[in-house]
């Protein structure tokens, strides 16, 4: 064979292979239009309850798959169905099970139902809680339904790729080879143009071009955000145009920007192509702005586009539907010497087969659906006949039953609807038929509590719950400021870890604004102790993508006011991840910041009461001194959870006695500390103010008061083994002080204590609050002092409670 020949055989082998990958392309698109189509009908039928499909999306979204590399992350939102097919990590059952809520992760493996459909995910823990080798697999970070709130997570994802190609060990440890191929992979993110105006985006795309990441940012802009259109949402109605500043230059960095159109294929698959390789090999930020995105059936089942496009805009749908025009790509592009790619008959037979595949599919997934659900029923049905037929009632039960079994596809709730009124309905009556259906009700709600309700926390061998404290251990008497201990904790911490880094405003070079971090930054590197900008959102992000990837980071935000500006991220992204995937991803993320006693209305804030509510699956610690603060770092550094701790501000110069045992010390979450015994009153507080009631208590003992402090040391979770109620069993008061507002945190504490606890049945007196006013607190010492609980009030409110018990002992003060 001579040298032409073969080089002729390997071209046209390569022109085959071009062409079975286009035709493929095609058949893939069909399927996942095909997918939205069904889908849109399944909701309108009533078979599922919401749908928001990646119609017109396809194309851009295929390109784009064939530059995602194993060990790739995707952070994008609910249009991203194509995308997720294409990488091989959803299939039309799947998507289907999903669009249903089946609360199987065998069968919807994204969320386990929890999430409405077009909300995706890969499974990156095992059932163990363990991490999968994330390098064998293309990943996916759980999708959230705020718009843009997948951006901040986004600047973490690719964060991560940049830390471990220049860690000076942590790419070469066996350990790591499961999240990292040398710092290599590359961050997806996906965006609806009109999402592109809220602060998170902007935000995120700020700090990416500061902190040169390899991202790959996708705009499809399709010109509307539901129905307002793109000239009410951007700057010259273009992003990439709103952005040509970030536009990196020969002597200053930025991003690189690309434009192309979400009809043309061949232009999507070379667009991709240069943008992922610049980004992979150069680690910089990219943004692909992907112009003429149609949207076939509209934003959502919620309504019909019909009703705000034009016309000429809806005819505009039909002409530049990304697969139609694919299709006139393919049956007037020739290969070679070839004809066509493909004729139009030979796409319509495709077309025809993605109609059957997806239809059958479609009813794989209903079956699987509806397979336990009929099970139920059926059992139900016949336990209830059992109760009717032993039943005075059982006319009225069977007309129930009747109504239940004529149902139209009953779920669940509709089951346990007629079951719990039948048991109603026989409530005087005891007969086994009624035992027999109470105890299967009593099964149904256990089963559907681990269904709905588990992997709020972690389950794993890494839980708070399973890991030993230690406690702390002193030799000689040294006295330090709380600062030094908090500093050389964290030193232990970064050396027993090569994981752990930390970054956040002035935390880097000077070792932030208290000096905790004081010379981190010069023995560990600026890649492991970092500064950031003024952004806590993004601070947040990066933290969360960072821990999906193996990274153990710890997240400062300066103080305990500007968490207001991260809230929404803590509270629809972090706090939720192992919930909403159902134990399928995690992100052990620490964040750290301080805060109380401060003065002035914008630093002083302790919004308790807010951040314990918004942040469920988290924990959240209030430690009173630098020594706890250590401990609980200690113990959150060998755990695989979330975590906020609340450092006292005012503790940084106040003496403390140094541990021996810095770095392995642990102290427990959920367990209070009775830092002194009494038996006249129980006074709970945390952090700063607890440090007050421990000075009013001198007073209270010289008037003759033996009271019991307590120190809650964290309020998620508070109290694991009812501490506080043994307390009650002796003193039968109880005083509650914080700085919260009125009913803030201190309406969750009692709660805790008098609901949950049982509290309420060992009190002789009524129960007292004492929280700070309920406006901001004043500038200054006085309006700290006027604003917020202070030693004198604490005194006074606990012998006013003493003199109504005891009036002889205890005369009235005033």
Aim: charged letters at 25%.
């Amino acid at each position: 064979m001579t040298k032409n020949t073969e080089t002729l055989e390997t071209a046209n082998t390569d022109l085959q292979a071009y062409k079975n990958e286009i035709i493929n392309d095609y058949r893939l698109a069909c399927i996942s239009r095909e997918t939205s189509l069904l889908g849109r009908r399944e909701v309108l039928t009533g078979k599922a309850k919401f749908g928001i499909f990646g119609d017109g999306k396809e194309l851009a979204q295929i390109a784009l798959a064939k530059q995602f590399q194993n060990g790739d992350f995707r952070s994008g939102y609910y249009r991203d169905q194509t995308l997720m097919m294409a990488i091989d990590q959803l299939n039309v059952q799947q998507y289907f099970a999903a669009l249903y809520a089946h609360t199987d992760v065998a069968h919807e493996p994204a969320s386990g139902g929890r999430q409405m459909g077009g909300h995706f995910a890969t499974r990156n823990i095992d059932e163990n809680g363990e991490w999968k080798n994330l390098m064998e697999q293309k990943n996916s970070s759980a999708d959230i339904s705020p718009t843009a709130g997948q951006m901040p997570r986004l600047l973490g994802l690719a964060q991560a790729s940049k830390v471990y190609r220049n860690h000076p060990s942590l790419k070469e440890l066996e350990d790591f080879k499961k999240f990292t191929n040398g710092g290599n992979e590359v961050a997806f993110g996906t965006i609806g143009d009109a999402s592109t105006s809220e602060g998170p985006f902007w935000e995120t795309m700020n700090a990416a071009g500061v902190l040169q990441v390899p991202m790959v940012m996708n705009v499809w802009d399709d010109g509307y955000g539901i129905s307002v259109s793109r000239d009410h949402q951007t700057t010259k109605s273009s992003i990439s145009e709103a952005l040509a500043g970030f536009q990196r230059t020969e002597d200053k960095k930025g991003f690189e920007i690309f434009v192309t159109k979400g009809w043309d294929y061949a232009d999507l698959c070379i667009t991709y192509e240069k943008a992922v390789k610049l980004a992979r090999e150069e680690q910089i930020p990219v943004l692909v702005h992907v112009k003429e995105v149609n949207q076939p059936q509209g934003h959502s089942t919620s309504g019909s586009h019909e009703r705000y496009k034009s016309e000429e805009r809806l005819q505009w749908e039909k002409d530049f539907d990304c697969i139609e025009k694919f299709k006139q790509w393919i049956t007037s592009t020739s290969l070679g010497e070839d004809a066509a790619i493909a004729t139009v008959e030979e796409l319509e037979a495709i077309e025809k087969e993605a109609k059957k595949e997806v239809r059958n599919a479609k009813n794989a997934a209903w079956k699987a659906f509806t397979t336990d659900l009929l099970a139920d029923l059926s059992t139900a049905v016949q336990l209830m006949k059992n109760v009717a037929d032993a039943s005075p009632n059982k006319a009225f039960i069977n007309k129930e039953i009747e109504a239940l079994e004529n149902a139209f596809e009953p779920i669940r709730k509709d089951v346990l609807n007629v079951v719990r009124s039948v048991i109603r309905k026989v409530r005087g009556e005891e007969n086994t038929a009624k035992t027999a259906l109470v105890n299967w009700l009593n099964t149904q709600l256990n089963n559907n509590a681990q269904r709905y309700s588990s992997a709020l926390y972690s389950s794993s061998k890494y839980s708070i719950a399973n890991i030993t404290p230690v406690a702390p251990t002193y030799e000689g008497e040294e006295m330090v400021d709380g600062r030094i201990v908090l500093r050389d904790n964290f030193e232990k911490i970064f050396e027993k870890y090569p994981e752990a880094l930390t970054f956040g405003e002035d935390t880097g070079k000077i070792g932030g604004v208290n000096q905790s971090m004081e010379g981190m930054q010069e023995k560990f590197g600026e890649l492991r102790v970092s500064d950031t900008g003024i952004r806590e959102a993004t601070i947040l992000g990066q933290g969360i993508g960072m821990a999906m990837r193996g990274l153990r980071p710890i997240a400062e935000i300066q103080y305990l006011d500007y968490l207001l500006y991260a809230i929404q991220i803590m509270s629809d992204d972090l706090a939720t991840v192992q919930y909403r995937t159902a134990g399928g991803q995690k992100a052990p993320l620490i964040i750290r910041t301080r805060g109380h006693r401060l003065e002035g209305i914008w630093h002083s804030g302790s919004p308790m009461g807010m951040i314990i509510n918004a942040i469920r699956g988290m924990h959240v610690c209030v430690p009173r001194n630098m020594v706890q603060a250590a401990g609980m770092y200690n113990l959150l550094m060998e755990a695989d959870e979330p975590a906020l701790v609340i450092e006292p501000l005012n503790g940084y110069r106040t003496k403390e006695q140094k541990p021996s045992n810095l770095g392995e010390y642990k102290i427990p979450l959920g367990i209070p500390e009775i830092v002194k015994e009494g038996t006249d009153l129980t006074i709970v507080s945390y952090g700063s103010t607890f440090n007050l009631c421990a000075q009013a208590e001198k007073l209270m003992a010289e008037t003759g008061m033996n009271v019991e402090l307590i120190d809650v040391q964290t309020l998620l979770p508070f109290d694991v083994n009812h501490m506080i109620v043994e307390s009650l069993k002796k003193t039968n008061r109880l005083m509650i002080v914080d700085e919260d507002v009125s009913s803030g945190a201190t309406a969750f504490i009692l709660d805790q204590i008098l609901v949950k606890q049982g509290g309420y049945y060992h009190l002789d007196s009524q129960p007292v609050t004492l929280s700070a006013k309920d406006h901001r607190p004043a500038y200054s010492t006085d309006g700290d002092y006027f604003s917020k609980p202070n030693v004198d009030d604490i005194f006074e409110t606990a012998y006013g409670m003493m003199h109504e018990a005891n009036p002889t002992d205890f005369p009235a003060l005033f």
